[in-house]
């Protein structure tokens, strides 16, 4: 998993040099990882689990909120 962490990141950011500390690399798949968690409705922290660095953690909260807030209006009205 950390592999590919390491590509996509270098491919996204179009730095193929770019390399990180173990401690980046932790977060990222902690990261990672707590989105898997998140997807199946629960978390690394309700399975007593390390968590990613905090910044990471608002990421995936704000994901998590826009995903709860793109409904489709026009369908809704239509249904209703």
């Given at each position: 998993m950390h592999d590919d962490i390491v590509?996509?990141?270098?491919?996204?950011l179009n730095m193929p040099n770019l390399l990180l500390s173990d401690d980046e690399l932790r977060n990222y798949v902690?990261?990672?990882?707590?989105l898997l968690?998140?997807?199946?409705?629960?978390?690394?922290?309700?399975?007593?689990?390390s968590m990613p660095d905090e910044r990471l953690l608002v990421e995936i909260r704000n994901r998590l909120l826009k995903?709860?807030?793109n409904y489709d209006v026009v369908d809704l009205?239509?249904?209703?």
């Open positions: 590509c996509r990141l270098r491919s996204t902690l990261y990672k990882l707590e968690f998140n997807a199946t409705s629960t978390s690394l922290e309700k399975h007593k689990l995903e709860e807030l009205r239509s249904q209703h």
